[in-house]
């Protein structure tokens, strides 16, 4: 059984940073693409980035872009978000997900495994 737990979320003020972990277990990874969603209150989740396991090719929402960097330990089978110049509009819970497929995905009905969320409050 996949399990994902993720970690680091907080309260940051306007510009900080923070990094969040998702640490993976039950699979071998190397297939997997994993992304990173969010989801603000009264809003649907969304999606932030995805990369894949094997390659490390990165893919992101606009609303992210070079501020937002995924990245992965393949040794450790962790996933990370570097998420830098924060702003109130990023405030939400942080998923992280996976699925069995080498295909860059960003369709939250489209991820198998969920993790439980970590919260990321961004202060004015």
């Known amino acids: 059984q996949v399990q994902l737990v ?12 923070l990094r ?11 297939n997997y693409a994993m992304g990173w969603f969010r989801q603000a209150p009264g809003k649907e ?11 490390g090719i990165p893919y992101y929402a606009d609303s992210v872009k070079g501020r937002f960097t995924i990245s992965r330990d393949n040794a450790k089978n962790t ?8 702003k109130p509009e990023d405030t939400a819970v942080y998923y992280c997900a996976a699925r069995d497929t080498i295909v860059i995905v960003t369709a939250a009905y489209e ?3 969920w993790g439980q969320g970590t919260q990321v409050t961004v202060s004015s």
């Open 20 to 30: 969040l972990s998702c640490a993976a277990s039950g699979r071998t990874f190397s």
């Open 79 to 86: 996933l990370y978000l570097q998420m830098n110049s924060l």
């Open 45 to 55: 989740r969304e999606f932030v980035a995805v990369i894949s396991w094997i390659g």
């Open 111 to 113: 991820y198998d495994y």
């Open 6 to 17: 993720e970690s680091g979320g907080g309260l940051v003020q306007a510009g900080g940073s």
